[in-house]
T-cell receptor, first 112, second 116 residues
């Protein structure tokens, strides 16, 4: 069953604008990760945030985590056409299972 | 890029035939995973391995088997392919397990399998 669910399913913006994607999950987690997938390619890791962290930055990426609401957001600032991709959140489960469960993804289109 | 290759990259086969997909890594990572990606379902875990000869089932393991006889190779076998197994298959690796350790997974380029 899906642990994480991204919202919106699709997002279309202009270059220079900010893009925000959300992820909700159902059970308590140790960590939440965000990945990016360019069309036809494998996923690429963007950032990992631990359950005791509230916010994390990496370049133009800002990730927040609210464990009380079981939700996370990924903000991409000053978007570029090259940011066009699908973005997935992935969660583990505090039961200690050694795997990740991925959401269905948000498809981001950044137009020049 | 992490050293992960998948072979073949594309395959068309017929229902009922056996198919083996190979994942090869040069990173010496202990954990290896097989996922399938389908429209509307995202990525779903098929099987994973936590060491040589140590494997376990994922969310959608029915109809699939795996083997890992060497650290660098993780094979996914469809014993008798069905049309519902038409998908894009991704292999991934990680140095540490998920859970409290929490580790990045590195993905291969994928194999597009079509079962007619």
């Amino acid at each position: 069953s899906q642990q994480g669910e991204e919202d919106p399913q699709a997002l279309s913006i202009q270059e220079g604008e900010n893009a925000t994607m959300n992820c909700s999950y159902k059970t308590s987690i140790n960590n939440l990760q965000w990945y990016r997938q360019n069309s036809g390619r494998g996923l690429v890791h963007l950032i990992l945030i631990r359950s005791n962290e509230r916010e994390k930055h990496s370049g133009r990426l800002r990730v927040t985590l609210d464990t009380s609401k079981k939700s996370s957001s990924l903000l991409i600032t000053a978007s570029r056409a090259a940011d066009t991709a699908s973005y997935f959140c992935a969660t583990d489960a505090q039961s200690g299972y050694s795997t990740l469960t991925f959401g269905k993804g948000t498809m981001l289109l950044v137009s020049p | 890029d992490a050293g992960i290759t998948q072979s073949p990259r594309h395959k068309v086969t017929e229902t009922g035939t056996p198919v083996t997909l190979r994942c090869h890594q040069t990173e010496n990572h202990r954990y290896m995973y097989w996922y399938r990606q389908d429209p509307g379902h995202g990525l779903r875990l098929i099987h994973y391995s936590y060491g040589v000869k140590d494997t376990d089932k994922g969310e959608v393991s029915d109809g699939y088997s795996v083997s890992r006889s060497k650290t660098e190779d993780f094979l996914l076998t469809l014993e008798s392919a069905t049309s519902s197994q038409t998908s894009v298959y991704f292999c991934a690796i990680s140095e540490k397990p998920q859970g409290i350790a929490g580790d990045t997974q590195y993905f291969g380029p994928g194999t597009r399998l079509t079962v007619l």
